[in-house]
């Protein structure tokens, strides 16, 4: 239900846009996120925007990476730029449904996440 597209390989310094297409979510209701995940590693949080277009980044992506959605649409993206070696990672689109009243969260806690996508992998070299 969650389908991430965008990722690829890119030199240190470059720029990618990922998108997350959400086709069967009432998308407004929920709030969207980014996650992470390199070999051997925890999956970590990346960036999360709410109902009321609230953004939370995870301090080592912070001015350089910009989460969006386009409600009308179904699609979350995130604006990668000036990327690292250490960016490389599969990449999560995850979803956050509380109820009716919308999302108002901004955790990055992977556990807090109904819905995951199946990733799209981010290579830097």
């Known amino acids: 239900q969650l389908v991430e597209s965008g990722g690829g390989s890119v030199q240190a310094g470059g720029s990618l846009r990922l998108s997350c297409a959400a086709a069967q979510f009432t998308f407004r209701w929920y709030c969207m996120a980014w996650f992470r995940q390199a070999p051997g590693k925890e999956r970590e949080g990346v960036a999360v925007?709410?109902?009321?277009?609230?953004?939370r980044y995870a301090d080592f992506v912070k001015g350089r990476f910009t989460i969006s959605k386009f409600n009308a649409e179904k699609t979350l993206y995130l604006q990668m730029s000036s990327l690292k070696p250490e960016d490389t990672a599969t990449y999560y689109c995850?979803?956050?449904?509380?109820?009716?009243?919308?999302?108002?969260?901004?955790?990055?806690?992977?556990?807090?996440?109904?819905?995951w996508g199946r990733g799209t992998q981010v290579t830097v070299s």
């Open positions: 925007i709410n109902r009321r277009g609230t953004t």
């Open positions: 995850a979803a956050l449904y509380t109820g009716i009243s919308g999302c108002y969260s901004t955790s990055l806690d992977p556990a807090s996440y109904n819905y």
